[in-house]
Structures are given as structure tokens and as C-alpha cells.
């Protein structure tokens, strides 16, 4: 006490620095602890935006204008409640989703389950490469040069790169989403009727308007979502200490995702449905017809974000299709391994982006139809997928004192329930299109 009352104040000074800087380090440390948990939900739920994505939202905007941002709100939610169970059984289980449906559901119902997301995925993935095209074309790169090397570049980043360098590069790619909040910008929407779209819940009852509602939905929220987004956990060794920030990375990464679709239906709100073009088949149509609208710098973002896109997805898609099967079928897995160490997980990436980059080159490939096919077998898995996610993550065994409470799990039954509904009605209505 003697002390501290004759210590010169340099001496109080000096102290006061140390604690100071000690501080800012341990502040520093806790703010590199939060990074290094983030990446997976961020792009898990960035990978939703991909090509067909785009499009989807792009027709959106282009036919109802601003009526249909009101959808992004239970969206939002309902993604939230999903990502967030998925990413807590991978943390608390240090099991992938595929694992644990082959514990709990038996081989043959996994089997099942993981054939359809094997033909859905593909179909998807193959979509991606074909979005490449059309994003490279519209930059005057020709396909035969562009989709080559995107595919050369996304085998070896993640074939001879590791789990951390293959997630920093598909965060640096979700960088490239913030060009459709420029696009937004330089469409010069009315800001008042696009926020009265968000609030102010408008219906129409006719076929064309829930169909296109039900695609929102679907495109939204997809089964490969989920499987990456838990298999990505568990590959980079969260554990329940971590829980908290991995929560704040599915419910940041919803939020980022859902911002940048929202941004995209803005967009073309504000030009393409302004100035009477309503029909949209594709991003490459919607970059094309925002040219002479909005001017060039708006087409070559809409391109520039629809190569990022396609490259993410790219990635994320074969990647959970590997990790699923890999997992249905007990073996090997993971980013790091290698071939000798994990031959059937690295296979199935490489034959899918094989398979992508070879179909998307043979000229007319029926587009349209391909994504109709993927979206119906998705429609039919999503629900399937959903109520095994719920009940697992309901399950004491499995949770323990993490599982679902009474409130959460009746958020997370009905928004399965009305999603699994959509879902079942999207199908009907596309079956019905065909003939």
C-alpha cells in the first residue's frame, strides 16, 4: 500500500500499458478463435446461390417486381432452424448427417436416401458447369477454354490442397456475391416499395405465382446444404466449447445468403419487371437483358457473380455428395486425405466433376430440363431429409443436454412440414408441365 502511494506515476503508466496490451492480445486471440471456427455455414448456405439459384430469383423479380420479398423472411428463418441443427449434431456427435442416418435408420434406408442425392447432386452439379459457360461467354471467353479450367482449378485445390486452404479460397469466392449488391445499387430501385415488399405480404392465387413461390423455397433451402454443412464441422474438428461460434457462423451465413438473393431479385425488379420483361429462363438471360436497362457494368456484375457462383457450387456440391456417400457407406473421408488414404471419397469427387465438365460442353445441352429433373428428385428428398435432421437432433441418446427443447422442435417440425408440403406440390406442378 506504502507502495503504491510513493510509486512514480512512469512506473503506474508502464503497468497500466502491460495490462493494457495484455488486453488486446487476449482480445486478439479470442477474435482468431472466432475466424478459425468460421466457414461452414457461410458457405454451405452461399453455395444455395448457385446458378439455378440465380436464375430462379432472377424470374422472380423480373415477373412479380418487388411483391415477392416477403418470402425471404420465413425463409430466412426456416434456414436458420435447419443450418443451426445441423451444424450443433456435428459439433456435440463429431458425426456427418449421413453417419448418423446409417446408425439410426439402417443401411438400406440410407442407401436409398443417398442414390437420390447422389442423381440430384448430379444434376445440379452439371447445371454449375453449364452456368461457367454462360458467365464466361458473356465476358467473351468461349466455353471450350473456360470450363475446362474451372474445373482443373476446383480438382486441384481440393484433391492437393488441405481442409483449411480449400475453405479459405471458397471463402474468398463468396466475396465475389457482394457484386450483386452493387447491381442492386446501379438498377436504382424505389427503396420504399422494395422495403413494403418485405413487410407487406402480397398473394396471388394463381398457379404461376405458387409455383414460383414453391422454387424460391426450393432453391433456398436444398439437401446438400445440410450435408456439407455438418460434414465441414465435423472435418474441422469443432467441439462443443465451439458451439456458440458455430452457431453464429450458420445463422451469419443465412443472413449474408439471403441478403445477396434478395439483392438479385431487387435488381431485376427494379429494370427487367419496370420495363416489361417478365420472362427470365436463366442468369445468362437476366445479365443480357439488364444491359440495355441498367447499362453494361450491371451485366458483367450479374456475370461476374454468376461465375463465383457456379464455381462455389461447383465445389460445395461434389464435395457433399463424396461426403455423403463416403459416410453411407463407412468409408474414408476428408479434405486432407489422400487418394491411397481415402480412394472412394476422392473418386466420387473427381468422376462428378469429370462427369460436369464433359456434359456441359456437348452443344444444346437441354438446361431447363435437366434442372426440372434435379429440382423434382430434391423435392422428394428434402422432406425426407428434414424429419430425419429433426428427429436425430431430437434424440437425448445422440444430444444429450444439447438436443431440441419443446419450443425449438416445434419451430423445426413445422417448418419441415410446410417446406415437405411445398416441396411434394413443386414436383406435382413440374410432373404436370411435362405433359
Excluded at 35 to 55: E, V
Excluded at 269 to 274: G, I, K, Q, R, S
Amino acid at each position: 500500500m506504502l507502495f503504491s502511494r510513493l510509486a512514480p506515476k512512469r512506473l503506474v503508466r508502464e503497468a497500466r500499458g502491460m495490462y493494457s496490451r495484455e488486453g488486446r492480445r487476449l482480445s486478439d486471440h479470442r477474435l482468431f478463435a472466432y475466424l478459425a471456427i468460421l466457414g461452414p455455414g457461410l458457405i454451405a448456405a452461399n453455395a444455395g446461390n448457385d446458378a439455378s439459384g440465380i436464375a430462379t430469383y432472377s424470374s422472380a423479380g423480373a415477373t412479380y417486381g418487388y411483391s415477392l420479398l416477403w418470402t425471404f423472411i420465413p425463409m430466412t428463418i426456416s434456414l436458420i432452424v435447419v443450418q443451426e441443427m445441423c451444424v450443433r449434431m456435428g459439433v456435440v456427435t463429431g458425426q456427418g448427417l449421413a453417419d448418423l442416418i446409417r446408425e439410426q435408420f439402417g443401411v438400406r434406408w440410407t442407401a436409398l436416401v443417398m442414390l437420390a442425392l447422389l442423381i440430384a447432386n448430379t444434376g445440379v452439379i452439371i447445371s454449375e458447369f453449364v452456368g461457367i459457360a454462360q458467365a464466361s461467354e458473356l465476358m467473351g471467353v468461349p466455353r471450350w477454354a473456360s470450363v475446362p479450367a474451372a474445373a482443373a482449378f476446383i480438382w486441384w485445390l481440393v484433391v492437393k490442397g488441405s481442409q483449411r486452404r480449400v475453405e479459405r479460397v471458397f471463402l474468398a469466392m463468396s466475396l465475389v456475391f457482394f457484386a450483386y449488391v452493387l447491381a442492386a445499387f446501379l438498377a436504382r430501385p424505389d427503396w420504399g416499395q422494395a422495403a413494403a415488399g418485405f413487410v407487406e405480404p402480397q398473394f396471388e392465387f394463381t398457379s404461376a405465382y405458387l409455383f414460383t413461390t414453391m422454387a424460391l423455397i426450393g432453391t433456398t433451402i436444398t439437401p446438400f446444404m445440410q450435408v456439407y454443412a455438418q460434414s465441414a464441422v465435423v472435418e474441422k474438428g469443432t467441439d462443443t466449447d465451439d458451439l456458440t461460434i458455430a452457431r453464429v457462423d450458420a445463422v451469419s451465413g443465412t443472413l449474408f445468403a439471403n441478403t445477396i438473393a434478395a439483392c438479385i431479385m431487387i435488381a431485376t425488379a427494379a429494370t427487367l419487371h419496370v420495363h416489361g420483361v417478365f420472362e427470365v429462363d436463366s442468369a445468362r438471360t437476366a445479365a443480357e437483358s439488364l444491359a440495355p436497362i441498367a447499362g453494361q457494368y450491371a451485366k458483367y456484375l450479374f456475370a461476374i457473380g454468376l461465375l463465383g457462383a457456379a464455381m462455389l457450387a461447383m465445389g460445395v456440391l461434389p464435395l457433399s455428395t463424396a461426403y455423403s456417400v463416403s459416410e453411407a457407406l463407412g468409408f474414408e473421408k476428408g479434405i486432407s486425405r489422400s487418394f491411397r488414404e481415402a480412394p472412394i471419397f476422392l473418386g466420387i469427387f473427381t468422376g462428378l466433376i469429370v462427369i460436369g465438365c464433359f456434359v456441359a460442353l456437348i452443344p444444346g445441352i437441354p438446361q431447363i430440363k435437366l434442372l426440372l429433373l434435379t429440382q423434382c428428385v430434391n423435392g422428394l428428398l428434402l422432406p425426407i431429409i428434414l424429419a430425419a435432421i429433426v428427429i436425430l437432433a431430437s434424440n437425448e441418446e445422440i444430444m444429450g443436454k444439447y438436443k431440441n427443447s419443446l419450443v425449438f422442435n416445434l419451430t423445426a417440425w413445422t417448418t419441415a412440414a410446410v417446406v415437405s408440403i411445398l416441396s411434394v406440390l413443386l414436383i406435382g406442378k413440374a410432373i404436370a408441365d411435362m405433359f
